[in-house]
């Protein structure tokens, strides 16, 4: 892997491209193909991708295309590191439609979604205090969600909870998109988050980390 990030025109560094199951949001537990992109501005506590900061291969997008295309999956997932701090990810997001894939897109939130093609689907993951990134919520992303969208808040201990179960009824964000609630893997029990979300009757969905329960801290899975 080279550490190269200046990419060519109509290129993306990429860390890597595999075919897994997904473990999260509103597509958990079907097959999906991660395309996940170099780089990263946030430093988040509990970080489990740590190696997309830096390792990367520039591809061009037709090259990228043809590596998706070989799994035969209909579901593709850009992710990162940061997938938005790469100028072509709209165009590879949107090439990606264009060939008749579903296409979600992960994002930190802090980084303007107004610019992906509406055909997408978002996941915006809002971060908690315990993230140590809470100031660099976009807030004005949630004026570009949808209903297919989701929102998804990592949960590390009671705090976060109260933090993002606030932030849940103040901004009444069921309406927007699916909440999603994820405890922190092996910090938080999820025994634990699910029952506050009973206890407080919250509109959330308690998402575990499906590809963590099967592979645990494995790269590529």
């Not at 295309?69 to 593709?76: K, T």
């Not at 809002?126 to 949808?146: F, I, M, Q, T």
């Not at 009973?198 to 969905?205: C, G, W």
Request: net charge negative.
């Amino acid at each position: 892997m080279t550490r190269n990030l200046e990419a060519p025109p109509e290129s993306l560094v990429v860390n890597e491209i595999f075919h897994s199951i997904q473990g999260e949001a509103s597509h958990a537990g079907v097959p999906c193909v991660f395309v996940r992109l170099t780089a990263c501005d946030l430093r988040c506590r509990w970080c489990d991708t740590e190696y997309a900061f830096h390792e990367g291969t520039s591809l061009p997008i037709p090259e990228i295309l043809a590596r998706v295309a070989a799994f035969d999956c209909p579901l593709v997932e850009v992710t990162g590191g940061e997938p938005l701090l790469q100028r072509h990810t709209p165009g590879l997001v949107r090439a990606l439609l264009d060939q008749g894939h579903e296409v979600l897109i992960e994002t930190g939130g802090h980084l303007d979604i107004g610019g992906l093609d509406p055909r997408a689907r978002v996941i915006l993951d809002l971060k908690c205090p315990g993230s140590g990134e809470v100031a660099a919520n976009r807030w004005e992303n949630l004026d570009h969600l949808a209903p297919k969208d989701a929102i998804k808040f990592v949960i590390a201990d009671r705090p976060d909870y109260d933090w993002a179960s606030d932030a849940v009824r103040r901004l009444e964000l069921q309406r927007k998109a699916p909440v999603f609630f994820s405890p922190v893997h092996a910090e938080l029990d999820p025994a634990q988050l699910a029952a506050w979300i009973l206890a407080d009757r919250l509109p959330v969905r308690l998402q575990i980390q499906i590809h963590k329960v099967l592979w645990g801290e494995r790269r590529g899975v």
